[in-house]
């Protein structure tokens, strides 16, 4: 949705690497944000982004208006059912059924052979995989890593809200992925235990608010109560007015 960073710039050069002809949307999405949501605030940077994307070589940037997507008559929706209503599905309702929609039309406009995301959007990975099976959308799904700031933050566009006070605070967040990842290290495979110890670190922070911590199957999102390698452990908690997720593969 723009104001790239570094997390994005990481998708576009693997896509570099494993393709011929890249094309990077920018469209900050409105069917995604709830009402009481920050579409109006969200940052936008178009003219940095277009000079970003120019200099890492992309070849084409879609950047189409909201009119262009959302014709004024259109009542079609895109949803993957069960799977969108759980982690941030719960918290923000509608927001999947936002991203389903818009991606699936990218990708009818686009004809991709490989389509790039980052893993930060755990959730997003999961479900937009389970459409592409749903719809035998020939295209493949390519996850790339979490890029982080060198104190472990990871990398959003939303970081922009923070100020220096609260972008101290955020760092709970992966702080919290941390102690999970660490006691799983050690052999601990309860989930009850796990997560209790996620959720502990967040009393260091009594002013972040908690929306979850969760350990989940990454396919189908559920809840597991043994943790195995390749479990995923999200977080989504609020700094301020600010809605931050951050996610670990376990193992």
């Known amino acids: 949705m723009g104001a790239l960073h570094d ?5 576009v050069r693997a896509a570099k690497a494993q393709s011929d002809f890249v094309v990077v949307s920018i469209f900050v999405n409105p069917l995604q944000f709830g009402p009481k949501e920050d579409l109006s605030k969200y940052p936008r940077t178009f003219e940095r982004d277009c000079a970003l994307l120019e200099k890492e070589g992309v070849d084409v940037i879609f950047a189409p208006a909201v009119a262009e997507m959302y014709p004024g008559n ?3 929706y895109v949803n993957v059912e ?5 982690l941030d599905g719960v918290s923000r309702p509608g927001h999947f059924r ?3 929609t818009v991606v699936s039309k990218l990708f009818h406009i686009a004809e991709p052979d490989k389509a790039f995301f980052g893993q ?3 959730a997003q990975v999961a479900i937009i995989k389970q459409m592409v099976r749903d719809l035998d959308m020939p295209v493949e799904i390519v996850v790339g890593p979490i890029i982080r700031e060198t104190d472990g933050l990871a990398m959003s566009s939303r970081n922009a809200y923070l100020d220096s ?3 101290k605070q955020a760092l709970v967040l992966s702080r919290a992925l941390k102690r999970v990842e660490e006691l799983f290290t050690r052999g601990v495979r309860d989930a ?3 997560l209790a110890a996620g959720e502990d670190v967040f009393h260091e922070e009594p002013t972040v608010r908690l929306d979850y911590v969760s350990i989940v199957d990454w396919d189908s999102l559920e809840p597991v109560e043994e943790a195995k390698p390749g479990t995923l452990v999200a977080v989504a908690a609020y700094v301020g007015a600010t809605r931050l997720i951050d996610n670990v593969i376990l193992g």
């Open 74 to 76: 259109a009542v079609t």
């Open 98 to 100: 936002g991203v389903t």
């Open 192 to 194: 009850k235990t796990l």
């Open 165 to 167: 006070h609260q972008r």
């Open 82 to 86: 069960d799977l969108s209503g759980r």
């Open 120 to 122: 930060k959007d755990a």
């Open 7 to 11: 997390g994005h710039l990481s998708l």
